[in-house]
């Protein structure tokens, strides 16, 4: 079910698809080794540190801290609809990065390189399929605050 | 081993050719090559074809422009690394006669681009990115820069005056340059009061795409010294890589492939970045310029902004820059750019540019970067 994943999904298909999964639940999920423990956001099924293909999810807290953002005006096919969005990259509490959208609990002109942030399952609303992502929100918000419909 | 030279030349006209298919743009830039060099055909052994596929509705590019080329039934490949798919031709052209393969081989860079919508190629390129947990949420080859430029600024104070001055000498330079896109000077105001595209970037930040083609041909010692007098030496040829994904790169503000890649070109050259007069940077955007000052050695890391300020990438300053005018005053069809750079500094250490000439330029260099920084092929080219 990672077709779920993203406005526009390019890999429907991969090992961690159960991602997509936990994330309409409204889980935030990682892969950690099973054989050295190692960890990733995002998830990947085959350990960069050790090579194994022994992988279990861990939710992840979402607390983060944003490196850097743009505001996107120029759009891609797919995306016209849509902009103009602000994408940010986080670095997460736990290790490892996210990109996102920000989400309307973060005012535009409050958007700080440094600020804290966290990163909140959502559900695109007015879609007929499910569609997953995450959102980048103000500290504090939690999935059940975000809106959706089913 | 032998060394490899540079024996001919060849360049096209950039811009919206919807004059000509790829392989005439690459005959041009061919026919060009050959007329420099002085030889005919039969003296070539193979050819390389440096260009991405995805934007030509011909599948298996290599094949037509070799039938078209006329070098049919010699032997040709194509090159694929995003916007450095030129460089790594030159680079496998540059392995094939150290191995004793082949003495002499044409390197063709070439695309085809305006032929989709600017809407279709920001959504190709923006899967430079990786497409799994990026492009999902609609980023853009130009969003990934635009970001690199906004973690810049706050690490460094880098400012929007001094991105913009970049693609101000830029132009200055195009203007002087025959076969760029946009001949004409641009003021920071003008940079300045453009449209927005992704935030900090206007429309004077960012490269255009642009259809074109370049053509350098490459030769082992023995064959170079018969063939010219004013052979140019390829003598670094490195490539290194960074993460496809923003998420898994050490820092956001730099291309550790950039850097990696200059280090081991200046070693197997035997220089290091003071050496260097002439160099053609990878400007696709203006922070890029900027990150390659810093990531080439030419100035210390964030020290870039002020680097272009005090006008060091001018013609008279440490080291002279993109006086061809860069991909941003001279277009960017995104095979073709990495050859283009080859023979800017080839034509540079022959002493050939004309009124953007750098004086005494012995030692050159470029830049090529694939996407956004996965990969990076730099190069130092001599002159005798």
């Known amino acids: ?150 | 081993m032998t060394r490899v030279g540079i024996v001919g030349i060849g360049h096209g006209v950039f811009g919206r050719r919807s004059d000509a298919t790829v392989q005439e743009l690459a005959f041009e830039a061919f026919r060009d090559a050959l007329n420099d060099a002085g030889i005919d055909r039969a003296a070539i052994d193979a050819s390389v074809i440096g260009a991405v596929p995805e934007y030509h509705k011909q599948r298996s590019l290599a094949g037509v422009v070799q039938e078209y080329l006329g070098l049919v039934p010699k032997p040709t490949w194509l090159t694929e690394v995003a916007c450095a798919s030129g460089s790594a031709a030159i680079r496998t052209a540059w392995m094939s006669i150290k191995a004793g393969l082949h003495d002499v081989v044409a390197v063709i860079g070439c695309q085809k681009m305006t032929e989709m919508s600017t809407a279709e190629i920001l959504a190709l390129m923006g899967r430079v990115g990786e497409v799994q947990w990026e492009s999902g949420f609609g980023t853009t080859f130009p969003g990934y820069y635009a970001m690199f430029a906004k973690r810049h600024m706050h690490e460094y104070g880098t400012t929007r005056e001094q991105l913009l001055q970049v693609a101000v000498k830029n132009h200055f330079y195009g203007a002087k340059n025959p076969n760029a896109l946009f001949r004409k000077e641009i003021t920071l105001e003008k940079a300045i009061a453009s449209e927005e595209v992704a935030t900090p970037f206007q429309v004077y930040d960012c490269c255009a795409n642009a259809d074109g083609a370049a053509c350098v041909i490459l030769a082992s010692e023995d064959r170079a010294k018969e063939i010219t007098q004013q052979t140019v030496w390829l003598d670094g040829v490195a490539c290194a890589t960074a993460s496809m994904s923003v998420l898994r790169r050490p820092s956001l503000t730099g291309l550790p492939s950039a850097e990696k890649a200059a280090a081991d070109a200046y070693a197997m050259a035997g220089i290091g970045p003071a050496d260097v007069k002439v160099a053609d940077v990878h400007d696709c955007f203006t922070v890029a310029e900027i990150m390659a000052y810093e990531d080439l050695g030419f100035c210390k890391k964030g020290a870039g902004g002020p680097f272009i300020a005090e006008r060091q990438s001018y013609i008279g300053g440490k080291v002279a820059v993109n006086v061809d005018g860069g991909l941003k005053a001279k277009g960017h069809p995104i095979g073709a750019t990495g050859v283009s750079m080859t023979y800017e500094i080839a034509k540079q250490l022959r002493g050939e540019a004309g009124e953007r000439q750098v004086p005494n330029a012995d030692v050159g260099l470029t830049h090529n970067v694939g996407g956004i920084g996965q990969y990076c092929f730099v190069q130092v080219l001599k002159r005798d």
Not at chain 1, 103 to 121: D, H
């Open chain 1, 1 to 150: 079910m990672f077709e779920w994943f993203g406005k526009v999904n390019f890999t429907p298909y991969t090992k961690v698809s159960d991602f997509a999964r936990h994330l309409r639940d409204g889980h935030l999920m990682g892969s950690r080794c099973k054989k050295c423990g190692a960890t990733s956001f995002p998830p990947r099924a085959d350990c960069e540190a050790c090579t194994s293909g022994d992988f279990e999810f861990y939710e992840v807290s979402g607390k983060a801290t944003l490196n850097t953002f743009t505001k996107i005006v120029a759009a891609p096919t797919g995306f016209e609809d849509e902009v103009p969005y602000i994408v940010g990259v986080v670095d997460l509490a736990e290790g490892g990065r996210a990109l996102a959208w920000f989400g309307e609990s973060v005012p535009e002109g409050a958007i700080e390189i440094g600020m804290e942030l966290q990163v909140v399952p959502r559900i695109f609303e007015e879609m007929e399929d499910i569609k997953v992502y995450y959102s980048l929100e103000q500290p504090g918000t939690t999935w059940s605050q975000v809106d959706r419909t089913w």
